[in-house]
Nanobody
Framework: QAQLVESGGGLVQPGGSLTLSCLAS????????MSWHRQAPGKERELVAR????????NYADSVKGRFTISRDNAKKTVYLQMNSLKPEDTAVYYC????????WGQGTQVTVSS
């Protein structure tokens, strides 16, 4: 049974950093492109970053380019999102997803950027 579990969210001050992790199980992780999405209150879910299954270039939302970095460790079946220079507008629930023949989603982790 496929499962994605996010961790690493929390409260951080503006300008701070957080690293989110998403551990996958029940799927052949290497076959899946992995993504991070976020949803702020009252807003639609948006793609934050995506990393292909093997090699290739990652892509980012314009709002996070230069601040966020997505990476993956196929041996650990884990995808990461390093978030630097966080802003209050980055506050949202962050979800990871795995996409190949179908898409799987995690339950999300809350990130709050506030002083």
């Amino acid at each position: 049974q496929a499962q994605l579990v996010e961790s690493g969210g929390g409260l951080v001050q503006p300008g701070g950093s957080l690293t989110l992790s998403c551990l996958a199980s029940g799927i052949f992780f290497g076959n899946y492109a992995m993504s991070w999405h976020r949803q702020a209150p009252g807003k639609e879910r948006e793609l934050v970053a995506r990393i292909p299954s093997f090699g290739g270039k990652s892509n980012y939302a314009d709002s996070v380019k230069g601040r966020f970095t997505i990476s993956r460790d196929n041996a650990k079946k884990t995808v990461y999102l390093q978030m630097n220079s966080l802003k209050p507008e980055d506050t949202a629930v962050y979800y990871c997803s795995a996409e190949w023949n179908r898409a799987y989603w995690g339950q999300g982790t809350q990130v709050t950027v506030s002083s």
